[in-house]
């Protein structure tokens, strides 16, 4: 079965930092690529980052490029998302999903969250900015 579990939310001041962490089991790490979105309230879904464990490539959106930085640990199957400089506007419930780089790549570019092909949303974990 595949699982993503999702951890490392909270409550941080605007400009502080979190570290997201994504377990995966269940499927080939390096087969898939894996993504982080995020669903702010009254919002739709939306890819922020995704990763190509097997060869490290990784893409991000506009709106978080340079603050946010996405990394795997393909001995551990998990991936991270280290989030600096953060804004009110990255409230969010924030989940991870794996899925063909190409799909994760596309959502990202667009802004899109799609439902992922391997497996289903996690229960995602909230963090929340405050000003």
């Known amino acids: 079965e595949v699982q993503l579990v999702e951890s490392g939310g909270g409550l941080v001041q605007a400009g502080g930092s979190l570290r997201l962490s994504c377990v995966t089991s269940g499927f080939s790490f390096e087969d898939y690529g894996i993504g982080w979105f995020r669903q702010a309230p009254g919002k739709e879904r939306e890819g922020v980052s995704c990763i190509s464990p097997a060869d490290g490539s990784t893409y991000y959106a506009n709106t978080v490029k340079g603050r946010f930085t996405i990394s795997s640990d393909n001995a551990k199957n998990t991936v991270y998302l280290q989030m600096d400089g953060l804004k009110p506007e990255d409230t969010a419930i924030y989940y991870c999903?794996?899925?063909?780089?190409?799909?994760?790549?596309?959502?990202?570019?667009?802004?899109?969250?799609?439902?992922?092909?391997?497996?289903?949303w996690g229960q995602g974990t909230q963090v929340t900015v405050s000003s």
């Open positions: 999903a794996a899925d063909h780089l190409v799909s994760l790549k596309f959502d990202v570019v667009h802004g899109l969250g799609r439902s992922p092909t391997a497996g289903s």
